[in-house]
C-alpha cells in the first residue's frame, strides 16, 4: 500500500498550493517508485530539495498554460524576491533563462503597443500605424522568410521585456497523468482547491490495484493523449497512422478504442468516408458500430445493411444502441422492400392536468401542490432517489480497489463508472448486493451506509436529495423485486441510465404503495432515455405514469 498519505493543506498557508504539490511528488514517487528513470526520479527529488520560494514559483510556472512566460507578469505576493528564485530554477535546471523563440512566439508574448515598437524596428521601410491592430501587425511581422528560433535578442535586441521557458513540462505531464489518470483535469482541480472542505471514501491503494503497472502501459496512455491534442490540427488520415501499438490493459485499450473512434468521427467531418468506416469498425467503442452502419447505409445496398443491423441487434443488449440500430434496420428495410416489425408503442398511464401557472416555481412543483394529501408524500426525486439507493447498496462495489479505478484519495467514485465492464470487473461484490435484496438485508445495509456516509463524495449520491425520511419512506413500500429491476437496468449502462427517471415519486404511508410520475409541460416530450426506463420498469411491473400539464389562460 502506498505510504505516502496526501492531507491537504489549509488554504490559509500562503504556499498551500505547494504543500498540496509536494505531497503528489512524494505520492507518486512512492506508489509508481518502479515506473520512474533515474534521472525522473533525481529531478522530483532535486525539486523538493528547492527553497521554498522556488519551489513555489515553479508550481505556479508549471500551472499556467503553455511553457514560454514573461518575468515581469510573474507577480506572487508570496514570492518576494522573483530573480532569485529564477536563478535557482534555472541552476537546476527547471527552467532556462533566455531560451531560442520563434517570431510567432515573440509576438504572442507581447503586447499590442510593444509589437507596434517591434514592427517598427524589424519593417523600417514600411509604415506603422500606432493603431494598428495586433493581428494585423503580427501578419505583417510574419509575412516574410521563415527563420529559425533564436534568442529574443537576436529578434528585438531592446525589447522591453525578458522571456523564461519551463523545461520540465513533459516530467509534469508525466506525473499529472499518474495523479489524475487523464490530461483533461489540470493542476489547479487539485493544488488549488479546498480539498479538506470534501471527505472521500478511503480505498486501498495497493500494489495490485495500480492503474499503471508497466512504463510501457503509461507511455502509450502519454501516446493517446498526445495524438488526440493533435485532432485539431492535422489531417486525420496521418493520425491514424500513427496510433500506438496496443498493450495488455484493459482500461487503457478502452481509451485507445475511444480514441479510433474519435478518429473515425473526424474522418466523417473531413469527407474521408472509407477511412472513416475502418475507423469505426476497427474500434470496440460503443458507438463505433452505429457510427460504421450509418456510413454504410450511403454507400451499400439497403439489404445488406438491413443484415448486418439485424446481426448487430443480436449481439448488442445495451438498450440506448439496441433503439439506433433498430432504427437503422427499419430504414433500410423499407428501402429494400423487405418488411420488419415495427417498433413496439410505447403505452403508459397517462394523465393529463389543467394548472394555474404558479410564479417563479417549476411545472414539477405544481403537480406536488395538487397531488398532495393527508396520507400521500410527493418528493421531486428525478435521478437523484433511485441513484442514491444504488449507490448505498453497492458502495462496497463502487469503491473496490479494482485495478485502474483509483488514481489518487479524492475521487468520488471509479475512473471506470460508466464503462462497459464495470460491473463485470466487481462480479462478487454486485452480486452480494443482489443477494441482500433477495434475503432483505438491504433495507438495514442502505439505511446503515445513509447514515454512516453521509457527505462522502460519491458520484452517484446528491446528499441533499436523499434526506433520511425520502430513504426510509421508500424502503418501506418500494418491493425489492422493483428495486433490483432498477438496479439491472442501471447496471446494463450507468453512463446512459443514471439519467431519464421518472420526475416525482408519490408514496402512500396509509396504503404502503407508491407511483412513479413523469411530469411533461406544455411542448416538453419524452425522450428516448425517459421512454427506456418507463419501458423497462413497467416490463417489471413498477407503477409507473405520465402526467401532462396545460396551463390554464
Not at 522530483?44 to 503553455?66: D, F, I, N, T, W
Not at 533564436?150 to 513540462?169: D, H, K, R, S
Not at 440506448?320 to 440500430?325: G, K, V
Not at 428516448?528 to 423497462?536: C, F, G, T, V, Y
Request: glycine share 6%; charged share 25%.
Amino acid at each position: 500500500m502506498t505510504k505516502a498519505p496526501i492531507t491537504p493543506t489549509p488554504l490559509d498557508d500562503p504556499f498551500y498550493y505547494l504543500r498540496n504539490m509536494q505531497q503528489v511528488v512524494q505520492f507518486c514517487l512512492a506508489r509508481y517508485h518502479d515506473l520512474w528513470l533515474a534521472e525522473e526520479r533525481a529531478q522530483l527529488k532535486a525539486l523538493l530539495a528547492l527553497s521554498e520560494p522556488a519551489q513555489g514559483l515553479l508550481v505556479r510556472l508549471v500551472m499556467r498554460k503553455g511553457c514560454l512566460f514573461r518575468p515581469d507578469k510573474l507577480v506572487y505576493a508570496e514570492i518576494q524576491d522573483l530573480e532569485q528564485a529564477l536563478a535557482e530554477l534555472a541552476g537546476a535546471g527547471f527552467v532556462e533563462l533566455n531560451p531560442s523563440l520563434g517570431l510567432s512566439e515573440v509576438c504572442a508574448l507581447a503586447r499590442r503597443e510593444e509589437c507596434v515598437q517591434l514592427a517598427l524596428y524589424r519593417l523600417p521601410a514600411q509604415t506603422i500605424a500606432a493603431s494598428a491592430r495586433k493581428q494585423e501587425l503580427e501578419k505583417a511581422l510574419l509575412n516574410g522568410p521563415a527563420q529559425l528560433p533564436q534568442p529574443l535578442a537576436g529578434w528585438w535586441p531592446n525589447a522591453p521585456f525578458t522571456v523564461i521557458e519551463l523545461a520540465c513540462g513533459e516530467l509534469f505531464t508525466r506525473l499529472r497523468l499518474m495523479f489524475f489518470g487523464n490530461l483533461h483535469q489540470d493542476w489547479s482541480e487539485f493544488v488549488l482547491t479546498g480539498l479538506g472542505l470534501q471527505r472521500f471514501e478511503p480505498v486501498p491503494l495497493n500494489e495490485a490495484s495500480r492503474p499503471f503497472q508497466r512504463r510501457a502501459e503509461l507511455n502509450a496512455m502519454l501516446a493517446l493523449y498526445k495524438l488526440q491534442e493533435r485532432l485539431a490540427t492535422e489531417p486525420v488520415a496521418r493520425l491514424a497512422s500513427g496510433l500506438p501499438e496496443t498493450v495488455n490493459c484493459e482500461w487503457i485499450e478502452y481509451r485507445r478504442h475511444k480514441l479510433v473512434f474519435r478518429l473515425g468521427r473526424e474522418a466523417e467531418r473531413q469527407g474521408h468516408a472509407a477511412l472513416a468506416l475502418t475507423l469505426h469498425e476497427q474500434s470496440q467503442h460503443r458507438e463505433a458500430r452505429i457510427r460504421a452502419l450509418r456510413l454504410r447505409e450511403k454507400f451499400d445496398d439497403p439489404a445488406s445493411v438491413a443484415t448486418l443491423a439485424q446481426q448487430a441487434l443480436e449481439e448488442v443488449s445495451q438498450p440506448e444502441a439496441r433503439i439506433s440500430l433498430g432504427r437503422i434496420l427499419r430504414r433500410c428495410a423499407r428501402k429494400a422492400g423487405l418488411t420488419v416489425p415495427a417498433a413496439p408503442a410505447l403505452r403508459v398511464p397517462t394523465t393529463r392536468l389543467m394548472l394555474n401557472r404558479p410564479e417563479n416555481a417549476r411545472v414539477e412543483a405544481a403537480v406536488m401542490a395538487h397531488l398532495a394529501n393527508t396520507h400521500t408524500r410527493l418528493f421531486h426525486v428525478e435521478n437523484r432517489l433511485f441513484n442514491g439507493l444504488f449507490a448505498l447498496l453497492f458502495w462496497p462495489a463502487l469503491f473496490a480497489p479494482v485495478r485502474g479505478a483509483f488514481f489518487n484519495p479524492f475521487q468520488a467514485g471509479p475512473a471506470d463508472l460508466y464503462r462497459p465492464g464495470f460491473a463485470e470487473a466487481r462480479r462478487e461484490l454486485i452480486n452480494a448486493g443482489f443477494a441482500a435484496l433477495a434475503n432483505g438485508d438491504y433495507r438495514r445495509l442502505v439505511l446503515e451506509r445513509h447514515r454512516q456516509k453521509q457527505g462522502i463524495s460519491c458520484a452517484l449520491v446528491h446528499w441533499p436529495g436523499l434526506p433520511l425520511e425520502l430513504v426510509e419512506l421508500a424502503l418501506a413500500v418500494i418491493p425489492a423485486a422493483h428495486l433490483e429491476a432498477v438496479f439491472r437496468h442501471l447496471l446494463l449502462d450507468l453512463s446512459h441510465h443514471r439519467r431519464g427517471m421518472p420526475d416525482l415519486i408519490a408514496l402512500n404511508t396509509k396504503t404502503g404503495s407508491y407511483r412513479l410520475i413523469e411530469v411533461k409541460g406544455p411542448g416538453d416530450r419524452l425522450q428516448d432515455h425517459q421512454r427506456l426506463w418507463i419501458e423497462a420498469m413497467r416490463a417489471h411491473g413498477l407503477p409507473v405514469s405520465v402526467c401532462e400539464v396545460r396551463w390554464q389562460a
